[in-house]
């Protein structure tokens, strides 16, 4: 159950490009998991996760445009929630399924909640990994600090270093684990020196629209019908406890799960972690 890197090729009002995804599991597997990552990581973050679940599944783990190895977009205007849903659209086409089940981190979640509110929608089951129909302004203005910033280090080690320090939240990781999600998410540029390797550009449209007012996306959500699992990091500063308590309670009724010890946003790199995901799909 080997992981396989493949390319999509998407359409955006600026022009083509390719998308970047990770396929673990049996091909002709018609139970397909699609994994979304967050704001400014890659579909190798789920490497844990699709192995523990590609037996059961065809899991698809992309790599949204402008981050890891996928394209980046001309216009930047387009890094938003529209695109990346029209591109999530064009990925399952290519796979040839008719239903996915879904778990989406952060951005990803707000992926699959635009997704999963549309008529007909091809999502059947949705986990939400600590994210919510209502994203407070402190939060928002504490991540447009750090998004589309472009550091680099003179070493490796720098760099893992500093994703040690920002991701903190994750919760507590081994080495290897560590090593692991910096090794997916830098790249050594051609003068020598190490960097995120993203779009700087994601960014912009992100501080421009949501850094005055709360992300409220209540209507989204009461409009999704397929069974849903709200977590949420104990730590967490993004999802906020009312606002997830409340997902229980309407809309889809959200079943709710909590993890302690860890911020925004767990990342399944635990059995115990794992099984809170996989009992859920597996419910069905």
Not at 8 to 13: A, E
Not at 87 to 109: C, F, P, Y
Not at 116 to 139: C, E
Not at 194 to 222: K, M, N, S, T
Request: aromatic share 8%; charged share 20%; hydrophobic share 45%.
């Amino acid at each position: 159950m080997t992981k396989q890197q493949r390319l999509v090729q998407c359409l955006s009002p600026s022009g083509l490009h390719r998308m970047a995804y990770y396929e673990w599991g049996e091909r002709d597997n018609p139970r397909v998991l699609v994994c979304v990552h967050g704001l400014t990581r890659n579909g190798s973050d789920f490497d844990t996760l699709a192995a523990a679940l590609c037996g059961h599944y065809r899991v698809i783990c992309p790599d949204v445009v402008g981050r890891g190895r996928s394209g980046r977009l001309r216009d930047p205007a387009g890094y938003a929630i529209p695109q990346y849903v029209a591109d999530m659209v064009t990925l399952i086409a290519r796979l040839n399924v008719d239903s996915v089940h879904w778990l989406g981190t952060s951005m990803g979640g707000l992926i699959g909640m635009a997704l999963a509110a549309q008529a007909s929608s091809p999502i059947h089951r949705l986990v939400l990994n600590d994210v919510g129909p209502l994203i407070a302004v402190d939060a928002l203005r504490r991540i447009a600090a750090y998004v589309g910033a472009d550091p680099d280090w003179a070493s490796f080690d720098e760099a893992l270093a500093y994703v040690r320090q920002v991701s903190a939240p994750f919760g507590p990781l081994t080495e290897a684990q560590w090593y692991a999600l910096t090794e997916s998410s830098v790249v050594r540029r051609d003068d020598g020196r190490w960097a995120f390797r993203y779009d700087p550009r994601i960014g912009e449209p992100f501080r421009a629209a949501f850094v005055e007012h709360d992300i409220d996306l209540w209507p989204l959500y009461e409009a999704i019908a397929c069974p849903v699992l709200a977590i949420r990091g104990g730590d967490s500063d993004l999802l906020a406890p009312e606002v997830w308590r409340r997902m229980g309670d309407c809309g889809p009724r959200a079943k709710l799960a909590e993890i302690p010890g860890v911020g925004h946003a767990p990342m399944f790199q635990s059995a115990e972690q794992i099984a809170v995901v996989r009992d859920f799909l597996l419910s069905a």
